[in-house]
């Protein structure tokens, strides 16, 4: 069965870091781009970043607070994330289209596979 799992969420003052890390099962995770994406409360997936098959990040937020990674060893992408905002909360997803390269735009409705989330939550 092919599954994505986050781990590493939780609450954080403003100002901090976080990693957050997405484990992944079931299918061929070195030849799949990994993308994270933020669900605020009340609001739609949004995507933060994504990372190719071969190790070449995309972001779609501001790159000086997020970092992406992937260990294909392990089957984990990670996102690091530091000065966090309040504004940084939310439940954080990973997700893959099941192809190599990243999308130019990304699109919560073009995810093939999905996590289940990890909450993130930053307190001023």
């Known amino acids: 069965e092919m599954q994505l799992v986050e781990s590493g969420g939780g609450l954080v003052q403003a100002g901090g870091s976080l990693r957050l890390s997405c484990a992944a099962f079931?299918?061929?995770?070195?030849?799949?781009?990994i993308s994270w994406f933020r669900q605020a409360p009340g609001e739609e997936r949004k995507g933060i970043s994504c990372?190719?098959?071969?190790?070449?990040p995309t972001y779609y937020a501001n790159s000086d607070y997020f970092t992406i990674s992937r260990d294909n060893a392990k089957n984990t992408v990670y996102l690091q994330m530091k000065s966090l905002k309040p504004e940084d909360t939310g439940v954080y997803f990973c997700a893959t289209e099941l192809r190599g390269w990243c999308p130019r735009l990304p699109k919560a409705g073009n995810q093939a596979l999905w996590g289940k989330g990890t909450p993130v939550t930053v307190s001023s």
């Open positions: 990372i190719s098959s071969v190790d070449e």
């Open positions: 079931g299918f061929t995770f070195d030849a799949q781009a």
